[in-house]
Nanobody
């Protein structure tokens, strides 16, 4: 059974860093696009970053230059390194998997089929 489990969230001060992990079981992340999404309080969930099975990456404009997505195929894990965190980065972060191969689509939740339970990221000012 395909499963995604996020970890690495927490409380950090503005300007700090966190690394989120998305561990996949039941499939290889290299065979799917993996996306990171976040939902801030009172807001809709939005795509943050994604990586296709071919390793092509995509980032939402507000995180470009601060966040880096990567994949370790041997560990079946996708990471989101988040640097220079801002209070507006606060939210629940989810990873999701889909079979799209298009980088413009893998940050759109409509194209994602499997979701993790989420991990809370809180950035204090």
């Amino acid at each position: 059974q395909l499963q995604l489990v996020e970890s690495g969230g927490g409380l950090v001060q503005s300007g700090g860093s966190l690394r989120l992990s998305c561990a996949a079981s039941g499939f290889s992340p290299a065979s799917h696009s993996i996306g990171w999404f976040r939902q801030a309080p009172g807001k809709e969930r939005e795509g943050v970053s994604c990586i296709t099975g071919e390793g092509v990456t995509n980032y939402e404009d507000s995180v470009k230059g601060r966040f880096t997505i990567s994949r370790d195929n041997a560990k079946n894990t996708v990471y989101l390194q988040m640097n220079s965190l801002k209070p507006e980065d606060t939210g629940v972060y989810y990873c999701a998997a889909g079979d799209t191969t298009v980088r413009a689509m893998c940050v759109k939740e409509i194209f994602m089929d499997y979701w993790g339970q989420g991990t809370q990221v809180t950035v204090s000012s």
